[in-house]
């Protein structure tokens, strides 16, 4: 499992003009599952997620996390990140989890990180979305469950 965080100030999704969810200071996270991935892997990175710390502190230094600072977060689906680009000019997304399994994790994320107490807000899952963020920074960071140790 992959997720692409994005620090924001402000993040937005629209589906069909109508938006579906919303965020203030806090994170946009993009969320790709793959076809090997557990709960274990959703519990991982939630937990990763809430407890980085890349927000400043009174310093400007990175020494608060999302839980600290009571960030908001906006949750998107997104199979591209499984994207294997190495041969030829078309990605393939044969990695990617099929769409029932990818969207069981996806919820699961998203409770474990709504059980912090933090703000969760999210797209459609499968839709065509428009997002618009200002991203704070910019920060941006990758994290995958498969780099958890042990």
């Known amino acids: ?38 709960e274990k892997d959703a519990l991982y ?6 407890n980085l710390r890349v927000f400043s502190d009174d310093n400007s230094k990175f020494n608060l996390s999302a839980l600290q600072i009571r960030a908001e977060l906006l949750v998107i689906s997104q199979f591209t990140l499984m994207a294997d680009a190495r041969k030829g000019r078309r990605p393939s997304f044969t990695m990617a989890a099929p769409p029932e399994m990818a969207e ?9 990180i709504s059980q912090t107490g933090l703000k969760v807000q999210t797209g459609i899952f499968g839709a065509h979305m428009l997002v618009s963020i200002v991203n704070d920074g910019p920060v941006t960071i990758m994290l995958d469950s498969k780099d958890r140790p042990g």
């Open 45 to 50: 990175l939630a937990e990763k997620v809430v």
């Open 104 to 112: 069981e994790l996806y919820n699961c994320f998203i409770r474990h």
């Open 1 to 38: 499992m992959k997720a692409l965080l994005q620090r924001v100030t402000g993040a937005t999704v629209t589906v069909d003009g109508n938006i579906t969810g919303q965020t203030g200071q806090g994170f946009l996270v993009f969320l790709g599952v793959a076809g090997d991935d557990s």
